[in-house]
């Protein structure tokens, strides 16, 4: 079975609530339904069926816990693990590895046990919290970004982009920086690493002038910081020289990071705007100001939600709104195009490169390993779902590895870089692969000759019987009817075929 082939979607259970002490759990005497229900949700089905018992206990089962779901009946909970004993485990050859070794990979250095770490925001911003995702099985944490001035945030001051389910798509914050004083957060670095000394501390920053960056990097690391991360990108910290302002004007990163890299020992990297067109001339800066390494993204500048009544966008603060930082699943793409473009400058190559932006499952946190991330930050997907998805961030991307046969994580780092070019005219254009429709999946709803006829080449119309058939003559194989089909029933064609030689 290829690993990264879902058989169950989150569409099959959208209506899960992925709830807190699930009530499921407490229904069901032989399984854990929120645990299987979370794998499916975050792509680790194939993880899941190795927790499974050998028999399905779900047959014949009177179904209690659909029952006691929060949303009675509304999340067939014995079909989904009856598709996972039918068509998951039957296809599962490679078992999760007993241990996490594969795991392992180093941050400039210093060994993590694995690429997962906290990024630097809300999740990061408390002993108390920290220790939660230490004790859940996070590498480390990038604390939320230290400074010297006084922070007082708006309320409310998140809004978000809802997409099927209720699930956020996209989420926009006007947040600032750590509400706690310089004193009381190196407090509970030295509390942090004084209970927990394996695990990772990235102190992110934020200074107004080269003598505070350097003094903020120094305490830092007297109290226990592993390394620092330079916040040069904060969008909602642009006023007065500060942020994002800095992250786009390469002198000033170069300045700024050779201010902090003289005053401290441990390593220390750049955290860089993609409110740019391109990243390099601020990552080159950094690493000639002596940077070890580049964190990207921080979030994309954003307004979200008009209210078409107020004419106000959200967050609305007393009847005012501001621009704001865009994060979650929907900037992943822009995230990748920014780590393959960190990821081929040879002049960054040696250095270290935290990727973030977007990240929720293990398929996620790959795509930016294979695209030259060395570590992976996460935030938006903790706020939504908790710390506990690094189990399925681990499990999911253990079980790869091991499917694929690779024994590091560090194996998999840039692989897919050489195949990438930043422009479509290198690519071939000679060949068509057409569409292939599976008959026992296609439902007839043609969706696809829509489509295609409004939106492609009318190459598909629907015969008598509701079946979609293809026009190769005019079809140009751009594979929109592909990514529309509600049920995943069209796909790729064995062969690529000439296009002298279309067939009628």
């Excluded at 400039?108 to 099985?137: H, I, K, Q, W």
């Excluded at 920053?205 to 690391?221: D, N, P």
């Excluded at 960190?342 to 990727?355: C, D, E, F, R, V």
């Excluded at 492609?456 to 979609?468: F, L, N, S, V, Y």
Aim: hydrophobic share 40%; proline share 5%.
């Amino acid at each position: 079975m290829i690993i990264n082939e879902p058989v169950i979607t989150r569409s099959e259970m959208v209506r899960c609530a992925l709830c807190y002490d699930a009530p499921c759990d407490a229904a069901c005497p032989k399984l854990n339904p929120s645990g299987l229900l979370r794998s499916i949700w975050f792509g680790n089905e194939q993880g899941a069926v190795w927790t499974l018992p050998p028999e399905n206990p779900c047959l014949g089962c009177t179904g209690l816990c659909e029952q006691s779901c929060v949303r009675p009946g509304e999340v067939k909970i014995r079909d989904l693990v009856s598709t996972l004993y039918d068509s998951v485990k039957k296809e599962a050859e490679t078992p999760v590895p007993a241990d996490e070794k594969r795991l392992e990979c180093d941050f400039c250095g210093t060994l993590l046990e694995n690429p997962f770490l906290l990024s630097s925001s809300v999740v990061a911003s408390n002993y108390d919290m920290c220790a939660r995702a230490f004790e859940a099985g996070w590498a480390g944490v990038c604390y939320k970004t230290i400074c010297s001035m006084e922070i007082h945030e708006a309320s409310p001051r998140f809004s978000a982009i809802t997409g099927e389910g209720g699930s956020m798509v996209g989420f926009k914050n006007i947040e600032q920086l750590s509400d706690h004083s310089v004193k009381e957060n190196m407090e509970i670095f030295r509390r942090l690493k004084a209970n927990y000394p394996s695990k990772f501390i990235l102190a992110s920053i934020m200074g107004r002038y080269e003598e505070e960056w350097g003094e903020l990097a120094k305490l830092c690391e007297e109290n226990g910081a592993d390394a620092i991360e330079l916040n040069f990108s904060c969008p909602n910290m642009a006023e007065g020289g500060l942020g994002s302002d800095i992250g786009q004007v390469p002198e000033l990163v170069e300045r700024f990071t050779a201010a902090a890299k003289k005053a401290c020992h441990i390593p220390v990297l750049a955290k860089l705007t993609p409110n740019v067109a391109s990243m390099s001339p601020a990552a080159e800066a950094a690493v000639r100001g002596g940077a070890d390494g580049i964190a990207a993204i921080n979030t994309i500048k954003s307004v979200t939600n008009v209210n078409l009544h107020t004419y106000i966008s959200a967050p609305s603060v007393h009847g005012a709104s501001a621009v704001g930082g865009y994060s979650g699943n929907a900037v992943r793409p822009i995230a990748l195009r920014f780590i393959a473009e960190l990821g081929q400058n040879k002049a960054l190559y040696g250095k270290h490169l935290s990727a973030m932006g977007g990240v929720e499952t293990w398929k996620d946190a790959l795509e930016f390993l294979l695209l030259g991330g060395c570590s992976i930050q996460i935030t938006t997907a903790v706020m939504q779902y908790g710390y506990r998805i690094i189990d399925d961030l681990k499990s999911g991307l253990n079980l790869y590895l091991a499917e694929k046969g690779f024994n590091s994580v560090r194996d998999v780092i840039g692989i897919g870089l050489d195949s990438l070019s930043s422009t479509t005219d290198s690519l071939e254009r000679d060949t068509i692969l057409f569409p292939s429709f599976d008959r026992t999946k296609c439902i007839g709803c043609g969706r696809c000759m829509i489509s295609c006829m409004d939106g492609g080449h009318q190459a598909i119309h629907m015969d008598e019987a509701r079946r979609p058939v293809l026009n190769g003559r005019k079809c140009v194989g751009c594979h929109l009817c592909l990514l529309v089909c509600p049920e995943r029933a069209i796909r790729p064609a064995e062969k690529r075929i000439s296009r002298s030689r279309k067939p009628c």
